[in-house]
């Protein structure tokens, strides 16, 4: 069999991203989805608290290392085990340090259920050390069909887990069964695969020169997480837990659609680029391709996604998760915008330019920051809070896009331009699939009608005015089959 050219390879590395993430995906939302008819949610509320400190502590870990791996133009068997045992001491630093103060956070929330609950969840910082290092192994090679054989077996093993849990009547310890064995099963099935061990290696130069890229993506990690996690942390004290349920909920979904388009998409675009990062001008096709296929897709499935919101909630979800839809809705349209700044991101990060990276996070956070604190302790409004995501969500479109202008030659301008299609489309598509709610249809058949209106209205118009997307998605699976017909003949 030929060699596969990077073209080739990116687009089939993209089909197993998206299979991971779909595959994946699916499995945990139909598990969340059972275990939220069982949980209540203040005990999700619970959750979302917990996560903050693990997520940031999952920063600390990765640390940015595993990205200048991916980055890295030349990377061997020293630096790997140099980067695992990095991770490993930073996170059994900050496990022994939740551990100790874990009853503390749990006095300052007023929820002290939550004490061992946290501890055991915080596991998964050392799990997610060894982990972190495979993950960047796979993504370096573009071997993405490892991870989709590891992330989907780990999501059945870890959802049966949960859910057997969550039956047993042990309430937020299904919850934390769920997320530990995810990770667990997830490393050691990537075990299997990789031929990578750590070594008792520790090369000092290579950690500098890695950490050297890693630490500015280190610094953007937290600012980010740390901002994402405020929310949450003020919610959880200034509202009631149910509230943040209620929140965390509403976004989980769309943040669960958005990983498997954009997320699969993306990575393989930051490996991509950082093959040809000395290429500005294929660099900024690469970016263009990224940007529009994730867009096209994604779009439309958020847009279709808040058009079905409250029956789907209804039906799936129960009656309780009701106040759950508007968040939700919200949440589809900041997520309709990830593409935008997750593509122009990656680029910076396969450009080897972690420096502009953390200039646009202190920006972009500080922005973020204002309006949060203003939204919650000025207006004092929960959707409030939600709606100030969505001014921030804009105003990071362009704050993302401006240094690649000068980057890649890739202006804010270009890039609304080439996304606009999606956006009037979807539209569209979804004034046209909205008049399925006059038939007097309800439930999962309103649902179903719905969404298969939206797809279809949609891909119909894309076809009738000649979308470059749509044709470029057609003409590529067409040469892809035709290719596999003639190594087969």
């Excluded at 993950?135 to 999501?155: D, G, W, Y």
């Excluded at 500015?216 to 740390?226: F, P, T, V």
Aim: glycine residues 8%.
């Amino acid at each position: 069999m030929a060699k596969q050219s990077l073209k080739e390879k990116a687009f089939t590395s993209f089909f197993w991203k998206l299979f991971e993430q779909g595959g994946s995906s699916v499995i945990q939302l139909v598990v969340q989805v059972v275990m939220a008819r069982i949980l209540s949610p203040e005990e999700f509320g619970l959750l979302a608290i917990m996560v903050v400190f693990v997520n940031i502590g999952n920063v600390f870990v990765q640390s940015g290392l595993n990205t200048a791996i991916v980055q890295a133009s030349e990377a061997d068997e020293r630096d790997y085990s140099t980067v695992f045992w990095m991770s490993l001491a930073i996170s059994l630093a900050l496990y022994a340090g939740i551990f100790v103060t874990a009853p503390a956070v749990a006095d300052f929330y007023r929820a002290p259920a939550i004490v061992w609950p946290l501890r055991g969840l915080t596991v998964v910082l050392l799990i997610n050390a060894y982990n972190a290092t495979q993950e960047a192994i796979v993504a370096r090679n573009l071997e993405f069909e490892k991870t989709f054989r590891a992330t989907v077996l780990a999501a059945l093993i870890s959802g049966a887990g949960g859910i057997a849990s969550a039956m047993a009547g042990v309430g937020i310890w299904a919850l934390v069964v769920q997320q530990v064995l995810f990770q667990l099963v997830k490393s050691v099935v990537l075990a299997f695969q990789i031929p990578w061990k750590p070594r008792l290696v520790f090369d000092p130069v290579r950690a500098r020169t890695l950490f050297g890229f890693g630490w500015k993506l280190l610094a953007s990690g937290l600012l980010d997480q740390g901002y994402q996690s405020l929310s949450d942390l003020i919610i959880g004290r200034v509202f009631t837990k149910t509230d943040l349920g209620y929140v965390t909920q509403g976004k989980r979904y769309p943040q669960a659609l958005g990983l498997i388009l954009d997320g699969s998409i993306q990575p393989v675009v930051l490996s991509a680029v950082s093959r040809v990062q000395d290429d500005a001008a294929r660099v900024k096709a690469l970016a263009r391709r990224g940007l529009k296929t994730s867009t096209f897709f994604i779009v439309p499935a958020m847009t279709a996604f808040a058009l079905v919101a409250r029956p789907l909630v209804l039906v799936l979800l129960g009656e309780k998760w009701l106040p759950s839809v508007p968040f939700l809705q919200m949440y589809c349209i900041i997520y309709m915008l990830l593409p935008i700044h997750t593509t122009n991101l990656q680029v910076l990060n396969g450009m080897g330019r972690s420096d502009l990276f953390l200039r646009l996070e202190v920006i972009k956070k500080t922005v973020g920051l204002v309006t949060l604190l203003f939204m919650a302790f000025v207006v004092g409004d929960l959707v409030g809070i939600v709606a100030g995501y969505i001014f921030v969500g804009v105003a990071s479109t362009f704050i993302n896009a401006y240094p690649n202008k000068r980057v890649i030659g890739y202006s804010y301008l270009e890039q609304v331009r080439d996304i606009a299609p999606a956006f009037v489309l979807a539209a569209a598509a979804s004034a046209l699939a909205h008049t399925v709610s006059l038939t007097g249809l309800d439930g999962l058949l309103l649902v179903f009608v719905e969404a298969l209106a939206m797809a279809i209205a949609y891909l119909a118009l894309a076809w009738l005015f000649h979308v470059e997307e749509l044709s470029y998605l057609v003409s590529t699976l067409r040469a892809g089959r035709l290719g596999r017909t003639r190594e087969g003949a």
